[in-house]
């Protein structure tokens, strides 16, 4: 009689399930990053924005399209990671 078959079944969804705490805590953390990222840089946007002048000419709608991409790609992964990690589990 071999040891997974030994085992009561609750303690197999167990060590699965723990076996995929860590890649779906890290693509939760990512979109958690990349929401706060984004709020930070639309943020940081309207503020600037009231000093139109010097916002326009600091290349700052540049740095808010950086910013706001940045943030979007760091969501779509963390995203990516979250839908592959419940797809493929087993």
């Known amino acids: 009689m071999n040891a997974a078959a030994a085992r ?3 303690a197999n969804v167990a060590r699965v399930n723990l076996r995929l705490i860590g890649p779906l805590a890290v693509g939760g953390l990512a979109v958690v990053l990349g929401g706060l990222w984004l709020g930070g840089a639309l943020l940081t946007r309207r503020r600037r924005a009231a000093f139109a002048s010097t916002y326009a000419s600091s290349g700052g709608i540049l ?4 910013q706001v991409g940045c943030a979007t790609a760091l969501i779509l992964i963390g995203l990516g990671i ?7 589990r087993p």
């Open 8 to 10: 009561p079944p609750l």
């Open 82 to 88: 979250v839908l592959i990690i419940l797809l493929t």
């Open 63 to 66: 740095y808010t399209a950086f």
